[in-house]
């Protein structure tokens, strides 16, 4: 690695002794903190085009004047720098890259293949299941209406493996023909049901015109030999499947696996639409607006960035249609060829703009799909915009409340108290930010002793670790709780941060809340169209969610704790044993320290502890 730092940033002496190899640049402020992150087949001709006179991208421009520094690292060839470009960005979020935000994961179909009667499920996360996965879908919507478009026309069951292997009788499910009923013994047999599994894999495979054709001769051999009914069957499970190709523009046998990427840009806003196909059928589609800092952008650069970012971690299509003429096309292709084969997948990746009409066509919805959710991005945003400058002028904060957090406090009967922290960016959640605070040490049921100590730990965190304080800090309550708050603000010598709590209205209906503050505490009575009063309630609201959702986990978990757990010395297998033994937690509390010895591996010492546990003595 090289690296060159200087107060006035030396680019000749820099340049001179730069290699010409593939490699990582990474460009730093004065303040040491990476700005960017490029890759390039030639590290020195790269780096240099940075530093010529003049620069047509204002971005560009405003970046180099940035720079104190860079750090290069060398690499064999110039798939193994993107790479290594791809990791650096997702690790440090330059401000100058285009970033696309990572989903948590994306959603599959999985096929339990190891079991007698095979099931189909919706599916996110690692797959450490045996079976078969299909995907990744672009969204859950997307899983779920092919998950339905199949129960439609091959009948395997769909429910979870707890509650298959506890049936006695077939469901609603299999009334309505939506499923065979491998779970009652003589509904359907193996070699029916296996049929119907193989079917629906060959359909998700991308085979459906050699299910309709393998369709087609059963529903002939059913009709020669009389057997109407079932050939009526198999005749209408061809026309629905045909219902479903003729919705996609890609219909022919044998169609490569293809994404089209496609662009759409207005005002410095981007809008990159993904539309996947697999053996010519439409998985769905997604739209993704990607941080590019408000700065005018290159298509080129914004759909190099997708890509890269994209399959990092995902499987491969063979074919990606894209908008715009790439630069980077040949490494692209290379390491997205070395990314299929990796995943053992056949055939190597081609990159290209449309060209037949097919292609034009699939692309011509995709631009209609991302020029749409531009418009409906950009909408969205002004009107943000427009309840977050109401807000701030309702409240008179000295500027924009673009950074918000509201609490709330949740609980049963003071029991397993929550609090949650929920942060708004520019009118918008920021679910990654949300905290919830266990609340311990209060008298149950003191919703202001909870709001005090929740707000404590948030803000002396904040304060300590010198993170962002909030433009707005949003109380669910009245001007109780707001004093509470006053009160932990003084106390952190934080009382500059604004402060409004949101009281609940006459008759607790919506639009008539009072909005309170430390400079009026007569209270702010808005209209209930007020826009400004629709983002305060809109935050609040999504605090009362986040809250109670929390709360409900943590009381389900108290619920399904075992005392047993609590006793020093006692595993797992051995409260399994107690259980067995004694039929109950009930009936082991009240055993005698004999009784407990006769459970198999019970010793008297261990005995003596389990008794002394429920009697107070430990």
Partial sequence: MTKQVDTQFDIDAFLKNLTERPGVYMMKDAEDQIIYVGKAKNLKRRVSSYFKKRHDAIKTEAMVAQIASIEVTVTDTESEALILENTLIKRH?????????????????????????????????????????????????????????????FPVRQCAESVFNHRSRPCLQYQIKRCSGPCVDGLVTKEEYDEDVANTIAFLEGKSFEVIENLGHKMQSASDA?????????????????AIQSQHLINQPGSKDTDVVAMAEEANQVCVSIMMYRGGNLW??????????????????????????????????????????????????????????????????????????????????AMTNATSGLKQQLTQKASQAERVKALQEVLALPVPPNHMECFD?????????????????????????????????????DDYAAMH???????????????????????????GQLNKAIEVFKALEMDNVPLVSVAKGEGRKAGLEILYTPFNDEGIDLEPDDIALHLINYIRDEAHRFAITSHRSRRQKAQTHSRLEDIPGVGAKTRHKLLTHFGGLGEVKNAAVAELQKVPGISQKMAQTIYDFFHGEI
């Avoid at 009389?226 to 026309?239: L, T």
């Avoid at 990607?290 to 971690?313: C, L, M, W």
């Avoid at 997205?336 to 292609?359: D, Y």
């Avoid at 909030?470 to 001007?479: C, P």
């Fill in 93 to 153: 979020k330059p401000r100058y890259n285009i970033l696309f935000r990572d989903d948590k994961s994306y959603p599959y179909i999985f096929v339990s293949t190891g079991k007698k009667f095979p099931s189909l499920s919706y599916h996110r996360g690692a797959k450490r299941r045996v079976g078969r996965y299909f995907g990744p879908f672009p969204n859950a919507s997307a899983v779920h209406q092919t998950l339905h478009a199949i129960q439609k026309i």
């Fill in 409 to 445: 406090i949740s609980h049963t009967q003071g029991n397993q108290t929550v609090a949650s922290c929920v942060v708004f960016s520019e009118g918008v959640p920021n679910s990654s930010a949300y905290r919830k605070f266990n609340i311990e040490g209060i008298q149950p049921g």
């Fill in 284 to 365: 769905g589609s997604q739209n993704y607006f990607p941080k590019t800092g408000g700065q005018e952008v290159d298509a080129d650069e914004v759909v190099t960035a997708f890509i890269s970012q994209h399959y990092s971690d995902l499987p491969v299509p063979q074919l990606l249609l894209v908008s715009e003429a790439l630069e980077d096309k040949t490494a692209l292709e290379s390491w997205l060829s070395q990314r299929r084969q990796e995943a053992k997948a056949s055939g190597k990746v081609k990159i290209r703009q449309a060209n037949s009409q097919t292609e034009k066509g699939l692309m011509k919805l």
């Fill in 453 to 479: 100590q929740a707000l404590t730990r948030r803000y002396s965190r904040v304060k300590k670790e010198g993170l962002p304080v909030a433009d707005l800090i949003v109380i669910d309550g009245g001007k």
């Fill in 226 to 242: 009389f057997e109407f009914e079932a050939a009526a069957v198999y005749r209408d499970k061809i026309s629905a499947l045909r």
